[in-house]
């Protein structure tokens, strides 16, 4: 976790980021102080004189703390770079009180103490630096410059005779839904897909839109409740949209287990998914008809407002976990055939989903943390392992923010393999649905990925990782036939 050191540096001067969720910090209030941290703000810009300071990198601006008293506002005396290096800032230290935006704490005319070199931008930066990270490097014989055209090219035939399977994704721009039901232009997704080697995409539409926003200062948080069955018709207009682009583009749908063991890249294929179960609002009949209507065979229960199913990693708990609801929509998923996905959920929602559940669990899109901040999207060696547990999945997204480029989004996904073991490891791209920008940004960089990963592990791992292990959850969730 990162430190505040307040005052000139000497023994017993640091205080932990969680001085400032017990109030402990207020006594600084007026001091000159210095904080190490990572800055985070709206947008893309390279660098900026207004952000947020935070204990560890995020993977978007919607996995901000919840909690106004978990940051730092910073403004400062010079450009902060906001392109995920952890900087040293030094400032004066504000308690706030009554803030607009309800920010607790702040850093006035900070300036930059130091900002060390960024990581992964080249194999010789991960190889120094993964004593101090506890990331596993492959040796020098294993493409220590990343993948060379002609590893590309095997890599290409290496996804040509397996099914890649992406378990997250909005590409398309399925996400466009209009209010009024018109229909926004899609971008290509099936030729990508075709041309990088994605067998089949879990394309995801979203549920609580309607009811959440991106703040002023970045955060994704519901700002209201829906009206009474609200969620529920803009849900249905997002399946319309999904099948639109389906049909669109020349893609097949993925309806059972047969279906996605013989999904290939040459025909790509969508498995429908939705992410959040707000749509069923308290009642498990709108289920059974998205399963019917709209072939749903992936649903992930939260997404970013509590609901009735249970408790998310990115607000304060109101259910202690996973709620009698939640639970019973697990055992109807399992009966239907379609695969349950606990991601944004809270570890003790996802240690009583493991509990409910006869089948494995998916948790689509995270990476992993030895130093959660409050209400981080990123989990624990421990969440993992419950996933892990019950023969599920755990899908690897590819923030800039968290993992620069591909080489260290592959030492992500590296790092959750040596605690889970690699057949419990996926993709999840959240393609077209990260805030910022994408280490993996488009399926055409699919054989680049394949021969990062054949350079760390065997063939059949890499294969499990690219899909082989998500098509073995489903196939034991979906119909057969």
Request: hydrophobic content about 45%; overall charge neutral.
């Amino acid at each position: 976790m990162a430190m505040l050191r307040f005052g000139a540096p000497g023994p017993g001067e640091t205080l932990a980021w969680t001085a400032l969720l017990d109030g402990s910090a207020d006594r600084h209030d007026g001091a000159t102080v210095t904080v190490a941290g990572w800055p985070v703000t709206a947008g893309e810009a390279a660098e900026a004189r207004y952000c947020l300071l935070v204990p560890e990198p995020v993977c978007c601006r919607g996995c901000l703390p919840g909690d106004p008293s978990a940051c730092i506002e910073v403004v400062a005396a010079m450009p902060v770079p906001l392109d995920g290096r952890e900087v040293t800032l030094r400032g004066i230290f504000r308690r706030l009180r009554d803030d607009p935006c309800g920010w607790r704490y702040r850093l006035d005319g900070a300036t930059i103490v130091s900002a060390p070199p960024r990581l992964g931008l080249s194999r010789r930066h991960l190889v120094a630096a993964a004593s101090l990270l506890c990331w596993p490097v492959a040796s020098a014989a294993q493409a220590p410059d990343g993948p060379t055209a002609s590893h590309a090219a095997e890599a290409a035939s290496f996804l040509a005779g397996r099914p890649a399977i992406d378990c997250h994704s909005h590409a398309g721009r399925v996400l466009r839904v209009n209010q009024d039901g018109g229909h926004a232009p899609f971008t290509p997704l099936a030729d990508p897909m075709r041309r990088g080697g994605l067998a089949v995409a879990c394309l995801a539409v979203v549920s609580d839109s309607p009811t959440h926003r991106v703040t002023p200062e970045g955060r994704i948080r519901a700002f209201r409740e829906p009206e009474p069955g609200e969620l529920g018709a803009y849900v249905e207009r997002g399946f319309t949209r999904l099948h639109a682009l389906v049909r669109d583009q020349g893609l097949r749908i993925v309806r059972n287990a047969a279906d996605l063991a013989a999904a290939r890249a040459e025909t790509p294929s969508v498995l429908v998914a939705a992410e959040g179960a707000d749509f069923l609002e308290g009642d498990l009949g709108p289920l059974e008809t998205a399963f019917r209507r709209a072939a749903l065979r992936h649903l992930q229960l939260t997404h970013y407002r509590v609901n009735a199913l249970g408790d998310i990693q990115t607000e304060p708990p109101v259910h202690g976990g996973l709620t009698a609801f939640g639970a019973a929509v697990i055992r109807r998923c399992e009966a239907l055939g379609i695969v349950v996905d606990v991601a944004h959920g809270t570890e003790a929602l996802v240690r009583r989903a493991a509990e409910v559940a006869g089948k494995p669990l998916v948790l689509s899109h995270t990476s992993l943390t030895t130093r959660p901040p409050p209400y981080t999207r990123r989990i624990t060696p421990d969440h993992a392992r419950i996933v892990a547990g019950t023969g599920g999945v755990i899908g690897i997204w590819p923030p800039v923010s968290v993992f620069p480029d591909l080489p260290a989004f592959v030492d992500g996904i590296a790092r959750m393999a040596d605690i889970v073991g690699p057949a419990h490891v996926g993709i999840g791209s959240d393609m077209m649905g990260l805030v910022g920008r994408s280490a993996l940004p488009d399926y055409t960089a699919l054989p680049d990925l394949a021969a990062q990963l054949l350079a760390r592990f065997t063939p059949e791992e890499a294969a499990g990782i690219l899909g082989g292990n998500y098509l073995r959850v489903a196939r034991a969730c979906l119909p057969r036939a």
